[in-house]
C-alpha cells in the first residue's frame, strides 16, 4: 500500500442554498481523515490528488473550487492537540 497524507481545502459557493452532505460523506469515507478547519480536511489516500478531485467533483458546484496536494514532514501552525496527534499518527505517510 502506498497510502499518502492529502490536504483538500475548497471554497463552496452557496453554503445555504445547497446541501454538501455528500462531499462531506465522501470525506469521511477515506481510511482516515481530520478536519479542523472549516473548508479544510486532511485525508489519507492511495490514490492521486487527480483521482480523489474526480470522486470528489461530482458533490461540487460548478462555481466551487477546490485543491489537493500532499502534506510532506514540513508543516507549522496553531491547532488542537488532537490534530497535531493524528499528524504524528500519520507521520510515515507524509512526503
Not at 499518502?4 to 462531499?23: A, E, H, M, P, S
Not at 483521482?51 to 462555481?63: F, R, S, T
Request: glycine share 4%; hydrophobic share 40%.
Amino acid at each position: 500500500m502506498n497510502r499518502k497524507v492529502y490536504i483538500v481545502t475548497y471554497d463552496l459557493k452557496y453554503k445555504w442554498l445547497r446541501n454538501y452532505q455528500g462531499l462531506y460523506n465522501q470525506l469521511q469515507a477515506f481510511p482516515a481523515w481530520m478536519h479542523h478547519l472549516d473548508n479544510t480536511w486532511l485525508i489519507v489516500s492511495e490514490q492521486t490528488p487527480e483521482q480523489i478531485y474526480n470522486l470528489l467533483a461530482p458533490q461540487l458546484g460548478d462555481d466551487c473550487h477546490i485543491l489537493i496536494t500532499r502534506v510532506t514532514r514540513d508543516y507549522f501552525g496553531l491547532l488542537p492537540e488532537e490534530a497535531w496527534q493524528w499528524l504524528t499518527s500519520h507521520k510515515d505517510l507524509l512526503g
